[in-house]
């Protein structure tokens, strides 16, 4: 497992683990430290539910660098998703939105290293919190690594994240528009129903 700082020459090594067929990152965001794959490799999705323990009927969240490349992506998202991700992101906010016959829950990280990762490797990463289904969610690596059942191929160290920070809040929008929160978090219902037009 190689260890890096979290700066931008790390890149490289990182995009490079993304690439493999079954490598996993542990990285960090603005709440919990986290898993990531690229989001269409098949193996590397089933070795984060092996290190999770996560029951497969758990699904994983998408990450994506912007708005635009997530509306791209899933294109029958409902315009009070996208009213919602212009508002709140990138920020502590996962969005579950109709996609096909289901629905996939996506965010937008608010963490620039994070960021910049996701913008250069340009693909949607396939993410979930670093740390055993139903346990609480990790905010230092040491306590990520500690969780998991099977380390991860790199990390992706931020340093500690504060111990008061709250996991994102996320939010069903169905295809008429309507919606609910399925867990708080930082973003409020309050906060949800000011948000602009």
Known sequence: MERSACTESASDLFRRILSMPDGVLLVPTETVYGLVCDAS????????????????????????HSVE??????????????RFAAAFC??????????GAGFTGFRIPD?????SLLKS?????????????????????DEALASLAV?????????????ESAASTVVKVERDGSWSVLRPGPVTESMLRGAPD
């Open 111 to 115: 963490h620039a290293v994070l960021l």
């Open 151 to 163: 380390p991860p191929d790199a990390v992706l160290d931020g340093g500690p994240i504060p111990p």
């Open 69 to 82: 490349a997530a509306a791209a992506a899933l294109p029958d998202m409902p315009d009070t998703a996208k």
């Open 41 to 64: 490799h098949e193996a590397a999705r089933a070795k984060i539910y092996e290190m999770k323990h996560r029951p497969a009927s758990k699904l994983l969240t998408l990450f994506f």
């Open 121 to 141: 490797y340009g693909r949607p990463l396939a993410s979930t919190s670093a740390n055993l289904s139903g346990q609480p969610p990790a905010h230092t690596v």
């Open 90 to 99: 990138p920020g502590a906010i996962t969005l579950v939105v109709p996609d």
